[in-house]
């Protein structure tokens, strides 16, 4: 069945790097691009950027850049989000999520319909 | 970019009508017909509701509805259930191949 797979919760120390994996299956890797969303305790998701599995081309939140990295493996139909200069704030759920664009004469998105089961990122000394 | 803005909370009793506001910018809303809606139960990922700001994925109710209106979108509900009850966030293109979301909206099925 269609569906994203992430890798397990994270403890890291400020200052300190996290990349976490999200692995595809069930559809056309390279048919959707994928976005990061983190959503920190009690809060709305804030999305960090996207990444088009075709090319690898990338695009990130202002906020983040500079610090976020995504990345694809297409023979292995996964993407990855790395955090690095991790402080207290960054702890959050951080999730991927797909969408469907479509270029003819215009683009076209079809919203995030499928995410991850998120991956638990705490950031404490 | 700064988040869109939605009510905190909302509230309606079942079978009536809500509508969650979401405002933005001419340099977002405004100028994009590409707001989607989510909505989310406690600990769970966040469901896809709307997209291009009207339509609606197979298998969501036609109950949900989208609309824009200058530099505000808009989802309403009608015909409430126990079930909607839940958080929703509204999220649009922010132009640079950007996207920002609503600081989302509480609705309680009173």
């Known amino acids: 069945q269609v569906q994203l797979v992430q890798s397990g919760a994270e403890v890291k120390k400020p200052g300190a790097s996290v990349k976490v994996s999200c692995k595809a299956s069930g559809f056309t890797f390279s048919g959707y691009y994928m976005h990061w969303v983190r959503q920190a305790p009690g809060q709305g998701p804030e999305w960090m950027g996207w990444i088009n599995p075709n090319t690898g081309g990338t695009n990130y939140a202002q906020k983040f850049q500079g610090r976020v990295t995504l990345t694809r493996d297409t023979s292995i139909t996964t993407t990855y989000m790395e955090l690095s200069r991790l402080r207290s704030d960054d702890t959050a759920v951080y999730f991927c999520a797909r969408e469907k664009v479509v270029v003819d004469t215009m683009y076209h998105y079809y919203g995030m319909d499928v995410w991850g089961q998120g991956t638990t990122v705490t950031v404490s000394s | ?99 920002v979301f609503g600081g989302g909206t509480k609705l309680t099925v009173l």
Not at chain 2, 63 to 88: P, R
């Open chain 2, 1 to 99: 970019q700064s988040a869109l803005t939605q009510p905190a909370s909302v509230s309606g009793s079942p079978g009536q009508s809500i509508t969650i506001s979401c405002t933005g910018t001419s340099s977002d809303v405004g100028n994009y017909n590409l707001v989607s809606w989510y909505q989310q139960h406690p600990g769970k990922a966040p469901k896809l509701m709307i997209y291009e700001g009207s339509k609606r994925p197979s298998g969501v109710s036609n109950h949900f509805s989208g609309s824009k209106s200058g530099n505000t979108a808009s989802l309403t509900i009608s015909g409430l259930q126990a079930e909607d009850e839940a958080d929703y966030y509204c999220c649009s293109y922010a132009g640079s191949s950007t996207w």
